[in-house]
Structure formats: C-alpha cells, structure tokens
C-alpha cells in the first residue's frame, strides 16, 4: 500500500526579537504530529521558518543601530536553534528573505493579478500584527493584540478582493474541506465570515517599509503586506515558482496539509489566505489547528508585552524532554495555559521522576536481579497496551496532545499496580517480569513523539544500561 503524505507547517515567526516559550510550544506541537505520522509509516514533510520582511524588523534594527539584514540574520540563527534545543524534526526551515521565498511570492501575486486593484485608503494600523483595524474592533482604542495604540495610515496601496470568496470560503469550511480544530475557532470564523468580508491591503508604499520587503511586481514603489508575502512561504518551501514536481506531489496532489497556528492569526490562515489560495486556483489546506496561549500571570506570553519566558535556559535547567513534555500535557491542546517555575517543576516530579522515571528504574532492575532482561511476553498486558495505543492515535489525529499523554500515563499507573499485584521478586515469576519488560518497550514507541531522547533512553535502558531518566529536583521557586 502506497504511503500517505502529510505536509505540516508551523507558523513563520517574527525576527524582531528572541523566541519565547510560546514559540517553542507551537513547535513541539507540530513536531509531535510529524514524528507520529512517521512512526505509523507514513511519509511527512515539516516545516519552519522565519518572518523577515515586516516592518517591526526594520524598527528593531533602528533601535539597535544595525543594518536590518544583520539584525534578521541573527534572529533568524536563534530560530532555527531551536531546532536542536527542542528536537525538532524539520524537513526545511524557509527565510522569508531568501530568493527561493521571494520568487514564490510574486508568483502568487501575479497569479491573483485578477483580483488585485490599487486605490487610496485610511486607517489604524497595527505594526505589531501588520494589519488595518476597525474602530470597533479595537479595545478601549488599543490594539486587541498588542494593547497598544494604532497609527492612522492614508496611501494608495494595492487591494484584494476578498470578498468576491465569502461565500466559497465559508462553503469549504461547513462542508468540511477545510477543518478547523477545535470547533469554537471554527465558529469564530464563520461568525466573521457572516460579518462581512471585506477586501484587503496586500501592500504599503516603499517609503513607509523603508525599502524592506518584496516588491510587488512592476511596481517598485509599492512594497507586499508581510501577511501576503508570509502566507505565500507554505508553498513556496515546497517549490512553488521553482519546482514545479515538488510543489505538485506535496501540495496540489496532496489531501494532508495541515496548519498549525495560534489563536491570534486564524483569520489570515482561514480567510485571507484561502481567499488567495482560490485566486491562484491553487488547493486550499485541509485543516488548521488552532492552540491557545501561554499566559503569565494570566496575561499571553509576549515580547510586546515583556513577559516571555526563555525556551532555551528551561532547556538547559531541566533537559528538553521534560519543556516537551510539560507544554503538551499541562497545557490544554486549544486552550490557554498558564506557566510557572513551580508548576513546571511540580509536574516534573510527579508524572517524569516518580512516574515513568521511577517505572522503567524499577522494572528494568528487577528484570536484571532475576536475569530475565532479555525475555519478553505481552500475556497479561497486551489488552492495556493495545488500549493505550489505540487512545492515543486516536487523541494525536485530533491535536488532542494532553489527552494522548494522558492514555500513557494510564497504561503506566496500571503497570505500577501490576508490579504490586504480582510482586515478582518474591515468587520468581520470570512470566510477569517479561509482560512488564514488553509493557515498557511499547510505552518507550508510544513516548517517541512526544519525548524522543527519552524513547532512545528506554530502549538502551531496556537492554541492560544503567541510568537515571529523570532525576528527583528539588524545588526551587516560584516565577
């Protein structure tokens, strides 16, 4: 049987400054769903990248006294760490400044040319989100994003005719072409779209960009919107304008393409980007999950904000692992979620060091005392493992990550009670001790998505290496 093809992309992120903790969790979030689907056979293609061309950039680099190119270059570096940090299983990581990216949106722009008309326009723009906002749509007159105040923006710019697809838009998504996950931002979206779609700004003049961008084509004085140069990056790392056979087998021809984004960026993945899509007579994508924010005392994570929490020094604290395993389980899949030091840590001791920590230490000891490391039975645990793989396939198809943790934790707490029911140590019951080594090998692949380096732990663990998966920390603090 042919192999499926799953194409997954994150977010492109801003260069403006650092990641944040937030960033890392919409990683591990796609990543996870990438290394699933290859565990089960499946061919997949992930990828990352970066946000060059936006205007925060150019005034980031204005504070730091540097060339914008040398400001992106640098950032852009810290993003694509994390790759190694978190263990991220990119196929391709795309910089919105680079030639393969450029060329990808232009074509897209040419091949919408039919639905793009320039007129003169006014309105409060959100550097921040890089988009014109309504007067009702604000906060107390503040951005709702960002919370800050908007400038009032008057040029002839370049427009898209959005709502000439109000109605195809919407038709995709109640017909369940397009999935949105979870059903509220569904809702959202069809709320909006009932609203009233109206057309878009796809460009800025040179001189407000300050020369930073992408041209639109044949006209030098105009500058694409970052939205509609960033959108074009899904397509363009897989060849659009280039490769043509590429962009063919793992877009057009391909009914597995999956989003993954944060609550604040539906509307351009879910309108205005499938508002393009249909313009260029290209295939829209079949589902976009939707994940919630990481709050600080309540408040989103954000640079803007100055809140953030820094991925890579939890990393270098606490190991990867555990980072990966806390934003999948203690925050919900859709929901927001909030973070600190001592929940981290709380988590920490009692699912990883006292749970499978302390399971693996035990049953791979008892395993060596009674020299049976290298037997193995599924008898008595084959239904409780079969279980446990079933409900978590069946959570991870959904983007239900915390729910797909939590069926392996059972199938863990039921091992635990099988140790104390059979007690092996004292009958020499070499048969239970197998079902328990065979218990182990199977919860090591099913963790493989979530937890890699641990996966590879259980398996050296499993033949006999001595070793501590995750040791007991004492409780420093609280953010």
Known sequence: MAKEKY?????????????????AMEKIQADVLA????????????VSGTDENSLKNVQAAERAGKPVQEVVDANAGIFRAMSGALELSYDDFIRTTEKRHIGAAQKLWQACARDIYKKTYSGLYCVGCEEYYKVEDLENGLCPEHKKKLELVEEENYFFRLSAYQGRIKELIENGSIRIIPKGRENEVTSFI????????????????????????????????VWFDALSSYIGVLGYGADEALFEQWWQNNPHITHVIGKGIV?????????MLLSAGLRVPSRIFVHGYITSEGQKMSKSLGNVVDPFALVERYGADAVRYFLLREIPST?????????FEDRYNADLAKGLGNFASRVVTIAAKMEALNIRDFGDV??????????????????KFNEALASIWELIGFCDRYIEKKQPWKTNDKT?????????????????PFMPETSQKIVRMARGEKMVLFPRIEKIGQT
């Open 382 to 399: 084959s239904k409780e493992v079969a279980k446990a793989k079933e409900c978590c396939g069946l959570a991870l198809r959904e983007c």
């Open 267 to 275: 509307r351009f993945h879910a309108v205005y980007w499938i508002g």
């Open 194 to 225: 009932d609203s009233g779609v109206e057309d878009i700004c796809v460009s800025r003049s040179s001189v407000r960009a300050k020369g930073w961008g992408i041209p639109v084509p044949g006209d030098p004085t105009q500058i694409m919107w």
């Open 7 to 23: 194409y997954i992309t994150t977010a492109i992120d801003y260069v403006n400054a650092n990641p944040h903790l937030g960033h």
């Open 335 to 343: 929901e927001d979620g909030d973070f600190s030091v001592a929940r």
């Open 432 to 448: 239970s001790v197998a079902n328990l080594m065979y218990a182990l090998e199977e919860i090591g692949k099913l963790i493989e």
């Open 35 to 46: 290394r699933y689907y290859r565990s089960i056979g499946e061919e997949v293609r992930f």
